[in-house]
């Protein structure tokens, strides 16, 4: 049977077990109890700048808990289309809700289009993966416990990094350079997944790429056709009627994950408004983060799964 003819029953069983779970409550987001500051990724400059403006400068900002009983740290990208940031409700309001539930986040502020070009965007989610891996003792972390969470672009870009890492250089006069830019495991929410036309978001294609848009990087950002045993498991939240980003996206995706025996949850909802974050302000999306805390607290990345 094709994976396409089981879509149906697969998506049955999803909004069975999210209509099971709607009436389970979830613990009310806290601020982190570290105040915040944004580090410098690259304190002597950035590889690649063009300038030395914050346009310039991408940053990490560390949200922590006061208690992180899995030892867990997130990446987390916002998306905006690689032309700007969705960062309140894309990136400070997910780490948030990553603290009250003891996981460590670490809001990723990478540079965008027209300025920038692949593969600046990469090298950036690359180096924060690194970073966090790097001061995973120093922020009571596992180094094995490092994951990426990306909406939209920033789901495109989670995804590249999780089909185009390295171990790291062990020559490399920068610690940070010698560990891994693989993440442990990735959260995809209404992911660009492809580049191919009919499939992508033209306005992060070109923001990415370029107006003239090299086919052979076309080819190697849709990321669907990079997907490896090694590519880290990976859960995937999407809606069918995305105005913005085809479903097939994220549909892609998990298959290509299916077909390489690598670890894959996948919950596609049937309405839902492109850039909905966590869907506070839908009743049926609202369910989502709860499916995917289960999911981390399946893998042992969250400590307990939904109330």
Known sequence: MSFLRMIPRSLACAFACASLLAAQSTPTPTPSTTAPTAILLWPNGAPGAVGDTPLDKPILTPYLPS???????????PGGGYGMLAMSHEGIEVAQWLNARGVAAFVLTYRLGPRYHHPIPLLDAQRAIRYVRAHAAEDGLDPDHIGIWGFSAGGHLASTAGTHFDAGNRDATD??????????FMVLAYPVISMQPGITHNGSLHNLLGEEPNPTLENELSNETQVTPQTPPTFLFSTTNDEAVPVMNSVLFYEALLHAGVPAEMHIFEQGHHGSGLGKRNPQLRMWPVLLQNWLHLHGWMASGAD
């Not at 208690?67 to 990208?77: A, F, K, L, M, Y």
């Not at 610690?175 to 993440?183: A, F, N």
């Open 67 to 77: 208690e992180n009983p899995t030892r867990t740290g997130i990446v987390i990208c």
């Open 175 to 184: 610690p940070i350079e010698r560990v891994s830019s693989r993440p442990d």
